[in-house]
């Protein structure tokens, strides 16, 4: 595997601290990846990271997951709708980028709010689908290649994409070239800082490495809006029911990975094999789905109520920054 080391992304420094050395507990790749955080600004980053060219393998087809069936909503987070709504508020029938657009839906769901919206999407395999099931105008490029006039849009998210980028100065200055005088930047990224991230450590679902390069915390967040040329930045966790969600499925990395570490497994999918597949058979096999389902509740309603109260402190697991130009 090609890797490189770099020093904290936001602001050059070189002093950092090892905070956990995490795998890929979602598509169960090999490697272990150390995280750093920077001692100067408090950045987390991954560091030796793979390279641009590396890191595409953390990225199969199935890691995107099939869009919703016709006639079925999408799933759209508290955050995201948070961010879009400011959107709407500010610039109302707006021209909007979405960077890193995935398969497309929440550009589908901007469209449905009046807004003028397209994406712009590295991977062939999102992009296609996005253009396929949404009908969406979709880009296939990473942002700082993309071929697009300066002062074209309104308004330019980055809505769980910031922490997969390499480079999150260099994205947020495109990002400004693009805008219109007075235009808005929302991102939207994993909190860092919230409670459960510190005591669930290298299991943490939203720790995802090493497709997440990035770890962010409010200061750094608007730390790098600031360098980047951003105006009346602001950065706040915001309280959602996905802290459960998030608690529960961390919890079952940590079940899975000691019982794969008692019995020495291990797992690693083939080549066009889903996570699911590679784990039959050899994930507890005597406990019935009923069993499961029952682990998972009593993990994300009984087992997650003292971590409930982040939400009402501003520590919770998502995090919204808007900026403007």
């Not at 999102?126 to 002062?151: K, N, S």
């Not at 999150?168 to 070239?177: D, S």
Request: with cysteine.
């Amino acid at each position: 595997m090609d890797l490189e080391t770099v020093d904290c992304p936001v602001c050059g420094s070189a002093a950092a601290d090892v905070v956990l050395v995490g795998r890929d507990f979602n598509t169960l790749y090999p490697g272990e990846f150390p995280l750093l955080r920077c001692r100067d600004c408090r950045m987390g980053y991954v560091s030796p990271r793979p390279t641009a060219a590396g890191i595409a393998r953390y990225y199969p087809d199935h890691y995107w997951g099939p869009p919703p069936p016709e006639g079925v909503r999408p799933y759209i987070d508290r955050g995201t709708r948070a961010g879009i709504a400011a959107i709407v508020r500010e610039h109302p029938g707006g021209r909007v980028l979405d960077v890193g657009c995935g398969v497309g839906k929440v550009v589908a769901f901007m469209r449905d709010r009046g807004l003028d919206a397209e994406g712009l999407e590295p991977y062939p395999h999102a992009c296609r689908i996005a253009r396929e099931r949404y009908g969406i105008v979709c880009t296939c490029a990473f942002l700082q290649d993309a071929p697009l006039p300066e002062g074209s849009f309104d308004a330019v998210t980055f809505l769980d994409v910031m922490e997969h980028v390499d480079d999150p100065l260099g994205n947020l200055r495109a990002a400004y070239r693009l805008l219109r005088p007075g235009g808005l930047v929302c991102v939207k990224v994993p909190n860092f800082g919230a409670l459960q991230a510190r005591v669930l450590g290298r299991y943490w679902y939203w720790l995802d490495v090493p497709r997440h390069l990035l770890h962010f915390s409010p200061a750094p967040m608007e730390r790098a809006l600031r360098e980047a040329g951003f105006a009346h930045v602001r950065a706040r966790a915001l309280p959602d029911w996905q802290g459960a969600m998030v608690f529960g499925t961390s919890l079952t990395y940590w079940l899975r990975d000691v019982h794969f570490r008692r019995r020495r497994l291990e797992v690693v999918p083939e080549a066009g094999q889903t996570t699911s597949d590679a784990l039959v058979g050899k994930v507890y096999p005597g406990v019935p789905s009923a069993g499961k389902r029952a682990f998972r509740w009593l993990a994300r309603n009984v087992a997650y109520v003292p971590f409930a109260f982040e939400n009402l402190i501003g520590r919770s697991v998502e995090l919204l920054a808007t900026a403007t130009k």
